[in-house]
């Protein structure tokens, strides 16, 4: 039941202290012509809604959430805390630079450790999230290649296996996107990358370990070959998880990259933000950075660099996001930023160990933080697709991975369990996919109706997309 629907006039929860100033009315053109309607609970019933909302949905809280490319780690409470400090979440971005030096120095102090983790010289925190770091990082590309008189260059060079943020970036930022096929290894062909190089390409955009979970072990070819006929080269940092204290970006021949801190950073994601998509680059990129970077030392305050592409986003980005990664990185220091990262390859590598004798593996080589299995011979022998498996999965606790992504593997369910999880937890995942297999074999009919302990079963996914409700009609 909607919260509209449980309201009774008249009921309330809240009371007002008495009015102390003069009452005013507003002017007739700025009153309300209709009447405002919101939902009258009384606290007891408040909460009661909440609470059985928060009972319906699932998140790392609950259990495994092994969503790939979403690198749902467990976020660490502490980090909550510190961004609830009042010097933290109580300032307001317009007082004067004096009275918020601490939290300039988070902004300054994650700029420092982010560049020392990915090899860049520079980063602005200012995008709200992975696809708008993206759009940024282009726009820096752009700039460069304009500030030489290079107008030529209109081509961005992205691989088939690339998450739709891609291209979808690149065409924002006024580029034609040539896609280039994966090889039969899911990676770069390299072929198939020389033949488009040219003096009209502007970058590649390259995500390593791409989206199969495979680090490309041509990389310093691959980001030589761009350099040389004149392009820079991008790098999808959403998750860092694979390499981060390990491999920089910097050092594979990156020249800008976005992380999403909203997944390797452990701070809360899904349901639609706040997310932060910092953006690092190498010095000669570091010019046209958007509008607010932090200087000094002792008396720290913001500066625009000289080129600057202006604001990416109003005043210094998601700060709190910020916050909670500093704390976690902090946190984990210098020791335990790369030991997450290789427990990370590590539970991937053993749960597709564990499953490859059952499940077809799209490609059965050693992975790094995320795996894909095809679920295409499954379907075929027993008509259990990926998204019966899926379903299946929530009536044993868990949450599906990734369904149908990337889009060159047939019924593929990409796994990424990060390293936050124990091994009782691996195990148990891993005999629910080896008993929904079998139980595919023998029973297929039970998966098709799966889910069926969940609030609702299978929903119309295409009908909620085109055709959203997202206003309580009053009646
Ligand atoms: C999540 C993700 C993105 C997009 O990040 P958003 O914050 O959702 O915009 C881009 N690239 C890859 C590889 C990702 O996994």
Redesign the pocket.
């Known amino acids: 039941m909607l919260i509209f629907e449980k309201s009774r006039a008249g009921r309330q929860c809240s009371l007002f202290p008495p009015c102390d100033v003069e009452l005013k009315t507003l002017p007739e053109g700025d009153r309300r012509k209709t009447e405002l309607h919101l939902p009258e609970l009384s606290e007891t019933e408040l909460s009661r809604h909440y609470t059985e909302l928060s009972k319906k949905s699932r998140g790392v809280n609950d259990g495994f959430y092994p969503l790939g ?2 690198t749902m780690k467990y976020n660490p409470k502490v980090n909550d805390d510190m961004a609830g400090l009042e010097g933290f979440a109580d300032i307001h971005p317009l007082q004067p630079e004096s009275t918020v030096q601490g939290a300039m120095e988070v902004i300054q102090t994650i700029e420092k450790l982010l560049c020392e983790i990915t090899g860049m010289d520079r980063l602005t925190v200012q995008p709200a ?4 770091g ?1 759009f940024t990082g282009l726009m820096l590309i752009k700039a460069y290649h304009e500030s030489r008189n290079d107008f030529k260059r209109d081509k961005i060079i992205i691989p088939d296996a690339a ?1 739709g ?2 291209p979808a970036s690149a065409t924002m930022a006024g580029y034609k996107v040539v896609t280039i096929p994966s090889n039969e290894r899911g990676l770069v062909d390299m072929e198939k990358l020389k033949a488009v190089l040219g003096d009209d390409v502007a970058g590649l955009m390259l ?1 390593n370990p791409n ?1 199969v979970g495979l680090f490309d072990d041509n990389i310093l070819e691959i980001t030589k070959l761009i350099h040389d006929c004149g392009g820079l080269n991008y790098y ?1 940092g ?2 860092l998880n694979a390499v981060m204290g390990v491999v920089r970006p910097g050092d594979m021949g990156f020249d800008v990259i976005h992380l ?1 801190l ?2 390797t950073f452990s701070t809360p994601h899904g349901g639609g933000g706040p ?1 932060s ?1 910092v953006v690092g680059c190498k010095k000669l990129l570091a010019d046209f950075l958007p509008s607010v970077l932090v200087e000094g030392e002792q008396d720290k305050h913001f500066v625009k660099p000289v080129k600057s592409i202006g604001d990416m986003k109003a005043f210094y980005g998601n700060f709190l996001v910020v916050v909670r990664a500093l704390t976690y990185i902090l946190t984990l220091g210098k020791e335990g930023i790369p030991e997450a990262c290789k427990n990370a390859v590590l539970n991937a590598n053993y749960m597709r160990y564990k499953l490859k004798d059952l499940y077809t593996m799209a490609y059965d080589e050693v992975c790094m933080h995320e795996f894909v299995m095809s679920l295409q011979d499954l379907k075929d022998k027993t008509g259990v697709s990926a998204m019966d498996i899926a379903k299946s999965l929530l009536d044993n606790g868990m949450h599906p991975p990734t369904m149908y992504f990337p889009l060159i593997v047939h019924e593929a369910l990409m796994i990424e369990p990060t390293e936050t999880e124990s091994k009782e937890t691996l195990d148990q995942a891993i005999e629910v996919f080896r008993k929904l297999y079998k139980e595919a074999e023998k029973n297929p009919e039970a998966l098709h109706n799966a889910p069926v302990t969940t609030p609702v079963g299978r929903l119309d996914e295409v009908k909620a997309a085109r055709e959203p409700v997202l206003r309580y009609q009053w009646t």
């Open positions: 490319s979403c999230a992975g696809a708008h993206e998450h943020t891609n995500t989206t999808d959403a998750n999403n909203h997944k997310g998509g």
